[in-house]
């Protein structure tokens, strides 16, 4: 698998970097969060705009993401947000935008686009646009109502990689054993032929269990949490780091 680096961070095999995502409607709620993550472990932020006030006001925007920036000093930066297939609020054209805003300002270091959204005539232009200012795009999958089966989880890993991507990922939400072990196992087989880095992120009290054995599937980043910052199902990154760590596969990961 080749390395890609986002900011000064490189995913590659071996063990996961961790991640804490941050979410708020005000600047100030994310500024305290970007702080708090400071004192952690966790070496890359996400920053999920779904429910950010304002998004339609750039100024704004771009003084939150600068903001972010200063508090975070070397701390990559990835920002995300919720497709209008899933969300009731963010339409195609706010989608578009935001994406544009963050790209264009140099904003972030990495910008996740959803898979059903790039194949789009000016998503298309503005991934172009994205690798003129050297930002990483992750595309990525979300299951939210079905489950889907192994073969059509290695089937999305192959479209995101054909279609462009420097980091492919799959959300979901399982809701067994069984469905995790799918995922899973999926990843580590898509990870045998593709060779781009490859993320899982499983939410519900079912993702800790993703996150702690990432090395062994394949996933290159995880997510924990600090404090009430980041998912509520999610390990302490203190405890995710120690747990990564007790359970390498690699002698001298890091």
Do not use: C, H
Not at 72 to 81: E, K, M, R, S, V
């Amino acid at each position: 698998m080749k390395s890609v680096t986002i900011g000064t961070v490189p995913l590659t095999v071996g063990m996961p970097k961790i991640g804490v995502v941050l979410r708020g409607a005000e600047r100030s709620t994310l500024i305290g969060q970007a702080a708090q993550v400071l004192s952690s472990a966790a070496q890359i932020v996400e920053w999920d705009l779904t429910g950010a006030d304002g998004l339609e006001n750039r100024a704004e925007l771009i003084n939150t993401a600068t903001q972010l920036r200063q508090v975070l000093g070397t701390i990559p930066l990835i920002a995300t947000l919720q497709s209008p297939s899933q969300s009731a609020t963010i339409d195609e054209q706010t989608y578009y935008e935001t994406s544009v805003t963050l790209v264009n300002n140099r904003l972030v270091d990495a910008l996740e686009i959803d898979m059903g959204m790039v194949t789009k005539t000016r998503f298309m232009a503005l991934t172009k646009q994205m690798r003129a200012q050297k930002i990483k795009l992750i595309l990525s999958e979300t299951y939210v109502e079905t489950m889907p089966t192994a073969p059509q989880i290695v089937t999305a890993y192959q479209t995101m990689a054909a279609a462009g991507a420097d980091i492919a990922r799959v959300r979901m939400q399982p809701q067994t054993a069984t469905a995790l072990l799918t995922l899973m196992a999926a990843t580590a087989t898509a990870g045998t032929e593709l060779s781009l880095p490859l993320v899982v992120t499983a939410t519900g009290s079912l993702g800790r269990y993703a996150a702690a054995s990432g090395q062994l599937f394949g996933s290159t980043l995880v997510f924990g949490r600090v404090g009430r910052v980041g998912g509520s199902g999610q390990l302490p990154v203190s405890q995710l780091k120690q747990t990564l760590q007790t359970l390498a596969t690699v002698e001298g990961g890091s």
